[in-house]
Nanobody, 115 residues
Framework: QVQLVESGGGLVQAGGSLRLSCAAS????????VGWYRQVPGKQREFVAIILTTGGTNYADSVKGRFTLSTDNAKNTLYLQMSSLKFEDTGVYYC?????????WGQGTQVTVSS
């Protein structure tokens, strides 16, 4: 089992920045990918960014050039640096880890961007 705890969300004005963190604990091995997703009420959860352990980082077109994904393996922590935030970036952000065919999710952290 893997446990994920997100933090760093909050209220920010459009054009501002936030850094989200996702701390992982538990049986962390054979990780295939780690990433972030977001969801707004009434809509499906959508992909934001992902790092594949085989190599490569991918971003949703809507966040390319504004969001940066990184990891601190010593701390088992995943980060999402978000800059030039837009109103449409508002939502609950979830981190996820894919391990041996199972995806683990955190509880989510709310990001609200005021226009």
């Amino acid at each position: 089992q893997v446990q994920l705890v997100e933090s760093g969300g909050g209220l920010v004005q459009a054009g501002g920045s936030l850094r989200l963190s996702c701390a992982a604990s538990g049986s962390i091995f054979s990780i295939r990918a780690v990433g972030w997703y977001r969801q707004v009420p009434g809509k499906q959860r959508e992909f934001v960014a992902i790092i594949l352990t085989t190599g490569g980082t991918n971003y949703a077109d809507s966040v390319k050039g504004r969001f940066t994904l990184s990891t601190d393996n010593a701390k088992n922590t995943l980060y999402l640096q978000m800059s030039s935030l837009k109103f449409e970036d508002t939502g609950v952000y979830y981190c996820a880890i894919s391990q041996l065919g199972t995806t683990y999710w955190g509880q989510g952290t709310q990001v609200t961007v005021s226009s």
